[in-house]
């Protein structure tokens, strides 16, 4: 992501339509980063509910790589109007719903804790600078329409990151499954 940061940081072209197309790859580039890192991650787990929470943000990725790639092709070929409009037409994803997973699957997941846990750690940190980005291209892009769309796109990428640890909580929270609720021993 540093590179990232590097090349959105980089001075502003004399042609605005130059920074949208800059940014649309970055982001391009950023959810094909996504795509790459749930493909990989869903081989590494074997269990139903972490394959599906994988699924879920397969596609959540490959939706926003769909309009970002839209954009970028409409911003290329036919100008800011068009792309301000395929930016408009986002109507963002419906609310991903809470894990549902049974004692069985809590038992069968922390035999593998450490790959499973290190696995959320990073799609959180990953969806983390999703957000960052896309808000940090907000603030860039003048078009209202196209920014209004990173701003919720940035907003899907927190939703995701709340996803995947409330997963991961769900997994090691063992009070919660007994019904407890954790007690603070320190003052």
């Known amino acids: 992501m540093t ?3 590097k090349a959105v940081n980089e001075g502003k072209s004399a042609d605005p339509k130059d920074d949208l197309l800059r940014y649309m790859s ?3 580039d950023t959810e094909k980063r996504g795509i790459e890192f749930y493909t990989e991650a869903k081989k590494k787990v074997n269990d ?7 699924d879920v943000l397969l596609e ?3 939706i926003h790589l769909k309009f970002f790639t839209d954009i970028y092709n409409a911003e290329k070929k036919k100008g800011l109007e068009e792309a301000a409009d395929k930016a408009a ?3 963002g994803q419906p609310a991903l719903k809470s894990p ?3 004692t069985q699957h809590l038992h069968e997941a922390v035999k593998k804790k450490t790959t499973i846990y290190h696995l959320f750690n990073q799609a959180a940190e990953f969806e983390q600078k999703g957000h960052d980005l896309y808000m940090d291209l907000a603030k860039r892009i003048k078009n209202r329409k196209i920014s209004d769309f990173l701003k919720m ?3 899907e990428e927190l939703r995701h990151r709340d996803f995947i640890l409330m997963h991961q909580e769900a ?3 063992t009070g919660h499954w007994l019904g407890l609720e954790h007690v603070r021993l320190e003052m």
Do not use: G, H
Not at 48 to 54: F, I, K, S
């Open 153 to 155: 796109v940035a907003a």
């Open 89 to 91: 037409a986002y109507k």
């Open 60 to 62: 959540q990725e490959c």
């Open 26 to 28: 970055l982001a391009v």
């Open 3 to 5: 590179l990232i940061k």
């Open 48 to 54: 139903y509910n972490m394959t599906r929470l994988m």
């Open 100 to 102: 549902l997973f049974s």
């Open 171 to 173: 997994i090691y929270d």
